[in-house]
């Protein structure tokens, strides 16, 4: 969500929403892919994980090249993210995917798992805030800081290799580290720059 998005609550049919929700789609599709839990299901999950990281950056260029950027969309946006990341991150646990950590992460994979998952319905809560107070006063949402655009990178990067098994060892182990320190710091800045919203 660029600094020329209109600060206005509502969700209009168009070209970037359409993306968003295809991208949400994309996530249930995945999600059901992971319960199956056979190894070419598993690989196609690992497939579709890829497309909708590829994918997430679309919405909001076509929302600022048509000159339809707007708060509502911006908040799907943010949602679509987290819809995608945490069902597939839970999954992926459920399913053992992460087992070749167990010698490179102390309690592996839940020192991980637990910044990941509480940054984002930390994220969720505060979008769900926002909206409900935005019904009765004007109120603007924190724009996303730089590291937080970038960390959703790194935590999608992390889950892909971990899904389509990709590299050694060390490669997820290090990933795993990075999107542990990123994800704390994105969430320290966004916290800090949005806190408001929690408290006014």
């Known amino acids: 969500m660029g600094d020329s998005t209109e600060q206005v609550l509502s969700l209009r ?25 056979g190894a070419a299901e598993v690989l196609l999950a690992g497939i579709l994980l890829v497309v909708a990281w590829a994918s997430d950056g679309l919405d909001g260029f076509l929302a600022r ?8 969309g911006a908040l799907f946006d943010i949602i679509a993210d987290r819809v995608i990341m945490t069902p597939a991150l839970l999954l992926s646990i459920a399913t053992g995917l992460w087992w070749r950590m167990d010698s490179l992460m102390p309690f592996n994979p839940y020192p991980y798992a ?29 724009l996303p800081t730089q590291i937080a655009r970038i960390t959703f990178s ?31 710091i994105s969430s320290y800045s966004y916290l800090k720059k949005g806190s408001y919203v929690f408290t006014c």
């Open 13 to 37: 049919f168009n070209v970037p929403n359409a993306v968003t929700a295809a991208r949400v789609v994309l996530a249930v599709v995945i999600a059901c892919l992971l319960i199956q839990g």
């Open 65 to 72: 090249r048509l000159g339809q950027s707007t708060l509502g």
């Open 154 to 184: 790194v935590q999608m990067l992390t889950l892909v290799v971990c899904v389509l098994a990709i590299g050694p060892d060390m490669l997820l182990a290090a990933l795993m580290y990075l999107t542990i320190i990123c994800t704390l």
């Open 114 to 142: 637990v910044v990941v998952i509480t940054a984002d319905l930390t994220l969720l809560v505060g979008v769900f805030t926002f909206m409900w107070k935005r019904r009765n006063r004007a109120i603007d949402f924190p």
